[in-house]
């Protein structure tokens, strides 16, 4: 696997798989949270977007359970790696990934994780609840101070200027010049903008089409209000600085729910751990995994695997061009905003 060495940051991400309810063994629960036999754990590259890292942790193990003498069963593949609390299992994977990072040579920087992770410290925000924040004092201030031309549209704009300004930005100055600019920016001033302003771009040809009516806003009281409010972030940008996305380990853990259903309990066996390697495999390789699983096995891939994957990637390769092109993303946005 190719990576590049220096990692900027990381992304985390556990999921829990199997509270012990599903297993038919209801008695472990802690508090009001039930126990959780299972869990596994990634962390993603920001730049690349590769899994770096997986831990998977599990308590129980079936052929110890059906074993008749319990404490040494025939030999098996035993995948049982836990035998504390459920709620340790996260922390302990994050160590273990870490100084696994560690051991071969990269240096992590910055972790992203989600709120509700009880995993070593709490620093490390996602960025969503921020945006949602923005969008609700936007809407009590048009409420509060009946703002007329505070519209949906142009909460819109705001929002997505404020996403731009704390994702876009490398460091806190620029993040505070950038979250500084965008209550001018809204009013025509674009004196403060930076590259991400339309304007900035080609003077001549700009027009504030996200606004509404294509009019810049001219209220001064509104612009006194949004200056103060992105003043405020801009206050906080330390803060906001360690503010990220963890999507991607959403759409990993799909994958893992793709080969390991949770419908169905594979964890007591060694096939959980085969199903979330396979899932790793498949982030970062590909569909090209399953040739590469016959070569390793010295086997000759059918002429059918080989179509398949052929044009399975094809597929791929052409929606991944599509999606995350700015028509694609642009029509998203309106059919979201028009339900
Ligand atoms: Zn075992
Ligand atoms: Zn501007």
């Known amino acids: 696997m190719q990576l590049e060495l220096k990692v900027e940051a990381v992304k985390v991400k556990m999921t829990r798989l199997f509270p012990s309810m599903l297993a038919g063994k209801p008695e472990e629960v802690e508090g009001t949270m039930l126990a959780y036999l299972v869990c596994h754990g990634s962390m993603i590259g920001v730049n690349t977007g590769k899994v770096l890292s997986y831990a998977v942790r599990c308590k129980k193990c079936r052929f110890r359970d059906r074993a008749v003498d319990k404490e040494n069963p025939n030999e098996h593949d035993c995948r049982k790696n836990w035998t504390k609390s459920s709620k340790a299992m996260e922390s302990d994977m994050a160590v273990e990934m870490l100084s696994e990072l560690k051991s071969k040579g990269f240096h992590v920087k910055k972790l992203i994780m989600d709120n509700d992770t009880t995993t070593i410290s709490r620093k490390i925000l996602k960025f969503q609840p921020y945006q949602k924040n923005v969008t609700n004092k936007l809407y009590s201030l048009r409420k509060e101070e009946k703002y007329n031309n505070l519209g949906p549209k142009a909460i819109n704009h705001l929002t997505k200027c404020f996403a731009?300004?704390?994702k876009g930005s490398e460091d806190a100055?620029?993040?505070?010049?950038?979250?500084?600019?965008?209550?001018?920016?809204?009013?025509?001033?674009?004196?403060?903008?930076?590259?991400?302003?339309?304007?900035?771009?080609s003077p001549s040809t700009y027009k504030p089409t996200s606004l509404p009516y294509g009019k810049y806003m001219a209220e001064e009281d509104l612009q006194l209000d949004l200056t103060t409010m992105f003043e405020e972030y801009a206050a906080n940008s330390e803060k906001l600085l360690k503010v990220g996305s963890t999507q991607t380990n959403e759409s990993f853990n799909h994958t893992v729910a793709t080969k390991n259903p949770k419908?169905?309990?594979?964890s007591a066996s060694e096939s959980t751990s085969f199903r979330?390697?396979?899932?790793?495999?498949?982030?970062?390789?590909?569909?090209q995994t399953f040739t590469r699983v016959y070569e390793n096995s010295l086997l000759s891939p059918g002429k059918h695997t080989n179509s398949y994957i052929s044009k399975a990637s094809r597929k791929r390769d052409y929606q991944?061009?599509?999606k995350s092109s700015v028509e694609c993303k642009k029509r998203r946005r309106e059919l979201i905003s028009n339900k």
């Not at 600019?181 to 004196?191: L, T, Y």
């Not at 419908?263 to 594979?266: H, M």
């Not at 979330?276 to 569909?287: C, F, Q, R, W």
């Open 164 to 166: 731009y300004a704390v």
């Open 173 to 201: 100055a620029s993040m505070k010049k950038n979250l500084e600019a965008i209550p001018r920016h809204v009013f025509g001033d674009h004196s403060r903008c930076s590259e991400w302003c339309g304007f900035v771009k």
């Open 263 to 266: 419908t169905n309990f594979y």
């Open 276 to 287: 979330v390697a396979a899932a790793v495999a498949h982030k970062n390789i590909g569909l």
């Open 320 to 322: 991944k061009i599509v």
